[in-house]
């Protein structure tokens, strides 16, 4: 570990006090002059075709300055390129009950909701489809006119070696099925956006968002204005999770509104609203076949999932690909096939939330683990430390393993919460669980394919002594401002709160891609670190010249700039700043950060690769009343291999905070609609949708592994989601412990629990899984059997490939 | 009906303000809309999760269930009422710094409950934090900063 | 934002002008305590008094006092918070105690009252949700619709007595006071709520006001209340269950046993009560007053937990009631 002066220590955030003194302006808490407030209609059918809307009442009330209607704004949106399936209001077609179709702006709100209610809206009922299943039937009407078929939005198969074979000749083959409910962020704030037609012509947009950069590019696409007179400003947000990562209906009706009034235009979802915004955690049902030899080794894993994406694509593309990309991280599999299905169903979108993909999977997968323990007569945790993925290796799937520290965080937590004594030993009733998890830290490629840099900071420095940093990252509470500050700081030798950060505002900020996929420690860091270390630079020259010091012997800290040898011969940090803007003119300067090239160069294999792997280990300790099912988790030990901590107390906050947020997808939340009642969200409130309290949440153990990653700034890997992982897998494995049932579905709910009891079977889950007809999958050749990361027998088309990639930058680049 | 404003002298931080509102508006609307006192949030405006948190007469209440004119003559405290002169509370300041306000949204109102439980207790235990704070909804923190935070607060307090 | 409506609001200090006002207006007024019932119903659109009469200056509504004979009266504006505190209510009668702690949160409880609680009104998935949300599913029976989507088939509104003081009430044999421009009448708590429907869940004319609640002293008695639901806090109860147990030495003299939040009204488990008189709390009367405890509980599609399984948990939590007396 560095010897550093900022970096892993106990700092208290930059943002910390504006945030206690409830001084931290959020979306809503933003009022114009001449303010009009937006609301949105939202249909009352699950599937529908528009026939007619008459908004010719709501026009005429008093009070209300203008309607907005889809036709108005023909152009569609989403955030992947593959995906641009949204419109601002439906213009013809409404998806799900709360899809929106119309949109008034008012003096207030009040209005404003008495309005809505007077728009008259026909419709012409379409069959509507609300189990995936069901969906890939070819007689069901598709909601989409694109995808992979009918309402199979996408469906991928790969094969890594020759997966058959190795099941074939294991000694034992497990055959899992498993599903996991869907659910959602259910952040604090509930979304909200300012919008201000400025006088000049151009339009500022202050929103909830974690990706204004992605706002911007639908906002432009929409409006038809150009990027440079559009301004998104992201505010501080009040959680995200990423259920602010899409571009939203209601930002760019509020915008249109905003133009079309020439007055400011605000709107803040309620809480029902926020529920059809969802994207959260699709429900998944997944297939999970395992070899295994007596010896206690993986021989081969085939996987199986089928997403139910709701009914828009949002992410769901790169979710399908994720519900496969990362089974192999963990544990070697020498061969590897994984087959995805993702379809359209008429409810509201899935998307990404914390563990985007990957959370699924790895409950199953970690069920499954738990279960070959058993059934080959070992310790779980043993089971597990016998098969890690090895360091520096390459999964099956081409997938680049760095540094490795599942070892360490596994043997972490057996040891806290003395697993080898008491594990299998606890009185009736009481268990404990393990689960073991990873995930990336940032996407390897950009949503949008291109070659520029993912994440870009600029610095500016003052001839007061003060720094000010620029960059495009939106601090939604993870405390991205202050991991900026730090790694600036740390390198100048300057006070976290000397500098000052800019961030989250396309005109001011350069691009950072945005606060998703755990990425922006790692490349905003990065870029920081090179912005900082450039800045360094020249004050370096300018201060040696003066100090008549040879340049590479300057030491940069506590606010000096000083001769390593002889520590008398300094000057402070802000005569640097004034030599070095005397000798080059004004200094600025700029760093950016790319991510590594992945060896992977198959079809698809561009979901799964990140600079680096974070790992996380976990332990739960619980008693299960058999009666009533009900769990009570006691203690939660958790281990997480975090490269090395920017800022301890944030460190341990994501930490903290995802196995919450893992407890309450463990335990209670489900997103549950009725499909007999028009498709209605079962429980779209705060009551019903339930979120743990205090009284649920138990005391929790975190132990950081540091072991810094040379992607890493710092060394520094994620931690806002891959802790989440472990938890709802390690409470399933908990109960098991407890009470001898196995739960194969999550969240884990009391009444599957009294079920598992009274089945003879022991277990409770899914009973089947449906055939996917999935024909032939991509074959690519391990890198055990000399492959070369591309599909096997596809050579001609790498060219074919690259030219492909080629034209794909060229359109998105324009 | 027709809507005239109605207006009355509230109590607030401390300070008296002559507040002309809507008669159906709640405490939470007049603060944030009505007194531009943004610091009260709000995540449900039902009763379901506590963001919107102050204090009446010293007990934590849900602004979004009081109506505003029914708090004429009472006391009303809110977050942006806790610092003094001194600077921030020691409530403040251990709250940041332990970053037990991640996205900080749910901090005002979690604050106001923790102020109120100090007050009767000023040195509380685990127990009394978990069943005194369970109104107070927090997706970020998994509330255990929250409890060390309010407890080195107490001992703050004590310290002088 | 959830809004309230509009609404003319009055807020006298007397009874006597309160219930005038309820009288001229009829059900077009609506009483508001708490208001942690009354508002959350308006925002969404379930209910739009045209006068809310609040109760808030009308300051003889609140108090606690104990006779001398032990017997307790309670104000019906007295908050959840300043009971919950009272030393000696939780002393003498823990099972209301417990039945108070377990309303919602402490942030509700301050402003809630006990009358607010006992006059709750009933509550169903169908019905508790947004204006927007019931337009989809073409509004229901107990809100301007003509179908009661918990049972499709029947004519009657099956939404949930959800209130955890009144099983409590009933088994304590409390008494309430009703007032109106008519007079004073005192009922039963268990009159109060014998009703079919979740339309009119309670057995009171709009005009009357609830002035004041009397529980007799327990002869020496035990009770308990045990509450289900899936956090323990904010949650409603799925199922509560109140018991309370008289006894001359070991045997039993009296039983009651009470269901809530399993139909529109709350259930006495009268079978199970006729079968623990004269016995001892043995574990064979437990079970047989379990057994017999199923009856009655009619769970629904329209709560938290699948009805199957908060029908299984009836006798479960009867039983353990049941233990917890012993
Ligand atoms: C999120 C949430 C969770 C909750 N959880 C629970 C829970 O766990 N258990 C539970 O029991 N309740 C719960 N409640 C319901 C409610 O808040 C409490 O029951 C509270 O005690 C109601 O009291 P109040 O004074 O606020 O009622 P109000 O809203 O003021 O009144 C409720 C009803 O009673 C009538 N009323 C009130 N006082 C009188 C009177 N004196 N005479 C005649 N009619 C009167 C009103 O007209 C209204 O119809 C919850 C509410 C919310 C919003
Ligand atoms: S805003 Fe949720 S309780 Fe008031
Ligand atoms: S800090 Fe984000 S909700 Fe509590």
């Known amino acids: ?420 004594d008491r594990y299998g030993k606890l009185p009736r009733g009481h268990g404990l669980g393990l689960a073991c998890s990873s995930y990336i830290t940032g996407a390897g490629l950009p949503i949008y394919w291109n070659r520029m840099p993912h994440s870009g900071v600029q610095l500016k420095l003052d001839r007061g002594g003060g720094v000010t940093a620029f960059c495009g990252a939106t601090d939604i509470g993870q405390g991205s401002d202050t991991v900026l500050a730090a790694c600036v700081a740390e390198i100048l030798g300057i006070e976290l709160l000397d500098v000052h950060v800019c961030v989250s505002d396309t005109t001011l900020t350069p691009v950072d891609l945005g606060s998703y996929s755990s990425r922006v420690t790692l490349m905003m860091g990065n870029a920081a670190i090179q912005a900082a ?218 009444e599957l629990i009294v079920q598992a009891m009274e089945n003879p079977d022991k277990r409770s889950g899914p009973k089947s899984y449906p055939d996917l007809r999935i024909e032939k999958p991509v074959r690519v050749k391990t890198a055990e059997e000399g492959g070369d990361g591309y599909e096997v027998d596809q050579v001609r088309k790498k060219k074919q490939l690259a030219r492909e990639r080629r034209t794909d930058e060229q359109k998105t680049t324009q | 009906m027709t809507l005239r404003r109605i207006a009355k002298r509230l109590l607030v931080n401390g300070e008296e303000h002559e507040v002309s509102f809507l008669p159906h508006r709640t405490l939470l609307e007049v603060l944030r809309e009505d007194m531009a006192l943004t610091g009260t949030k709000h995540g449900c405006e039902l009763g379901e999760c506590g963001t919107c948190t102050v204090l009446l007469d010293g007990e934590p209440v849900l602004s979004c ?35 037990a306000a991640q996205c900080g949204y749910c901090t005002p109102g979690m604050l106001m409950t923790a102020m109120s439980v100090l007050r009767k207790t000023p040195a509380p235990d685990r127990e009394t934090l978990r069943r005194e704070l369970a109104g107070n909804l927090c997706r970020c923190t998994g509330y255990l900063k929250i409890y060390e935070a309010i407890e080195m607060a107490a001992e703050d307090l004590q310290d002088g | 934002m959830m809004r309230l409506p509009t609404f003319a609001y009055n807020a006298p200090a007397d009874a006597a002008e309160i219930t005038r006002i309820l009288h001229e207006e009829g059900p077009a007024a609506q009483v508001v305590a708490g208001g942690t019932d009354l508002f959350p119903n308006m925002k969404r659109r379930q209910v739009e008094p045209e006068t809310v009469v609040s109760l808030y200056r009308a300051t003889a509504l609140r108090g606690i006092e104990w006779d001398t004979d032990g017997s307790l009266r309670i104000g019906p504006t007295e908050t959840l918070r300043a009971l919950e505190r009272d030393a000696r209510l939780k ?41 927007e949300w019931r337009r989809a599913i073409n509004h229901c029976l107990k809100c301007t619709g003509d179908t009661c989507w918990t049972a499709p088939g029947g004519t009657k509104c099956w939404a949930v007595n959800s209130s955890d003081s009144v099983p409590v009430m009933i088994a304590m044999g409390a008494k309430l006071v009703l007032q109106s421009t008519e007079g004073e009448r005192e009922v039963d708590a268990e009159d109060f709520y014998d009703i079919e429907d979740g339309r009119d869940w309670l057995k009171k004319r709009p005009d009357e006001l609830l002035t004041g609640i009397r529980i007799p002293k327990q002869n020496g008695s035990r009770s308990t209340y045990m509450k289900l639901r899936r956090r323990d806090a904010f949650d409603f109860p799925v199922l509560g269950v109140a018991a309370t147990l008289e006894t001359d030495g070991d045997v039993i003299t009296e039983a009651k046993i009470v269901l809530n939040s399993v139909g529109p009204a709350p259930v006495r488990c009268t079978e199970a009560e006729q079968s623990l008189i004269g016995k001892k709390l043995t574990d064979e009367a437990i079970e047989e007053a379990k057994d017999l405890s199923r009856k009655g509980a009619k769970p629904l599609d329209n709560t938290d937990y699948l009805p199957n399984y908060r029908k299984k948990m009836v006798p479960v939590f009867v039983k353990r009631a049941l233990l917890s007396l012993r």
């Open chain 1, 1 to 420: 570990m560095g010897d550093y002066r900022i970096i892993g220590r106990k700092q208290t955030k930059v943002d910390g006090l504006a945030k206690s003194l409830g001084a931290t302006k959020y979306a809503d808490d933003l009022f114009l002059p001449r303010m009009l407030h937006v609301k949105l209609l939202r249909a009352d059918v699950a599937h529908a075709r528009v026939v007619s809307i008459d908004v010719s009442a709501a026009a005429a009330m008093p009070g209300v300055h203008a309607t907005l209607v889809g036709s108005e704004l023909p152009e569609k949106f989403g955030i992947l390129p593959v995906s641009q399936d949204e419109h601002t209001l439906c213009p013809d077609t409404v998806r799900f009950v709360g899809d929106p179709v119309a949109a008034v702006a008012a003096v207030d709100e009040d209005t404003a909701f008495e309005a809505i209610q007077a728009i008259r809206v026909e419709y012409e009922p379409l069959p509507a489809v609300f189990d995936p299943a069901v969906a890939m039937r070819n007689d069901v009407p598709a909601l989409h006119d694109y995808g992979d078929d009918g309402n199979v939005h996408k469906r991928v198969s790969m094969e890594f070696g020759d997966v058959d074979g190795a099941l074939a000749g294991a000694d034992l083959v497990l055959d899992d099925t498993v599903f996991f409910q869907g659910n959602t962020h259910l952040a604090m704030e509930q979304h909200a956006t300012l919008a201000n037609p400025e006088p000049d012509g151009r339009l500022t947009v202050w929103s909830s968002t974690q990706t204004p950069h992605y706002l911007h590019k639908a906002m432009s696409k929409v409006l038809g204005l150009k990027p440079a007179r559009i301004r998104i400003i992201a505010c501080p947000n009040g959680g995200g999770f990423g259920g602010k990562s899409d571009p939203f209906n209601h930002e760019l009706a509020v915008a249109a509104l905003a133009l079309k009034t020439g007055r400011p235009c605000k709107i803040c979802l309620t809480r029902e609203e926020v529920f059809y915004c969802h994207r959260g955690r699709h429900p998944v049902l997944m297939n999970s076949r395992m070899g295994l030899n007596k010896d206690g080794s993986i021989t081969g894993l085939h996987f199986q999932s089928l997403l139910d994406g709701g009914a828009y694509g949002s992410y769901g593309v790169a979710s399908t690909y994720y519900t496969g990309a990362l089974q192999t991280v963990t544990y070697r599999v020498p061969v590897y096939r994984f087959d995805g299905v993702r379809t359209f169903t008429n409810k509201p979108p899935c998307g990404p939330k914390r563990g985007h993909g990957t959370v699924q999977p790895r409950f199953a997968l970690e069920i499954q683990m738990d279960k070959a323990a058993h059934a080959l007569g070992l310790d779980p945790a043993a089971f597990r430390l016998a098969n890690l993925q090895p360091p520096d290796s390459v999964t099956a799937n081409w997938l680049k393993i760095r540094t490795m520290g599942l070892r360490k965080c596994t043997e972490k937590v057996i040891e806290a919460s003395g697993w080898n």
């Open chain 3, 91 to 131: 002393e003498d009668f823990p099972a209301l105690h417990a039945a108070i702690v377990s309303i919602s949160t402490p942030l509700l409880r301050s402003t809630g009252t006990l009358g607010g609680n006992l006059c709750l009104d009933t509550r169903c998935q169908y019905l508790n949700q947004n204006y």
């Open chain 1, 533 to 750: 270390e450039r800045a360094r630079d020249l004050l370096a020259d300018a201060a040696a010249e003066k100090l008549e010091v040879p340049k590479g012997r300057l030491v940069f800290a506590d606010n000096t700039v000083l001769d390593s040898e002889d520590p008398e011969r300094s000057m402070s940090f802000q005569q640097a700043i004034v030599f070095a803007e005397a000798k080059f003119g004004t200094i600025g300067t700029v760093g950016s950060y790319t991510p590594p090239k992945t060896p992977g160069r198959y079809r698809g294999a561009g979901v799964g690769p990140t600079p680096t792997y974070s790992y996380s280990a976990c332990v739960v300790e619980l008693h299960a009343d058999e009666d009533t099912g009900r769990v009570d988790v006691d203690r939660i030990w958790i281990a997480h291999d975090i490269g090395q901590a920017i800022n301890h107390y944030l460190a341990i906050g994501q930490v903290e905070g995802g196995v919450y947020m893992g407890l309450g997808e463990a335990l209670m939340e489900e997103m549950a609609y009725r499909p007999r009642r028009a498709g209605v969200h079962k429980i779209p409130s705060m009551l019903e949708y339930k979120s743990p309290t205090t009284m649920e949440m138990p005391p929790v153990e975190t132990f950081l592994i540091e072991d810094p990653d040379p992607e890493g700034p710092f060394g520094a890997k994620e931690a806002g989601q891959g802790p989440l992982l472990p938890v709802m897998p390690a409470v399933a494995n908990a109960v098991f412990d407890a009470l001898g049932v196995r739960v194969d579905q999550c969240p884990i709910t009391p």
């Open chain 2, 65 to 99: 269930l009081v109506l505003a004119r029914e708090c004429e003559g009472r006391e009303i405290e809110t977050v942006e009422g806790l610092a003094g002169a001194s600077g921030p509370h020691p409530l403040q300041h251990r709250f940041a710094e332990l970053n």
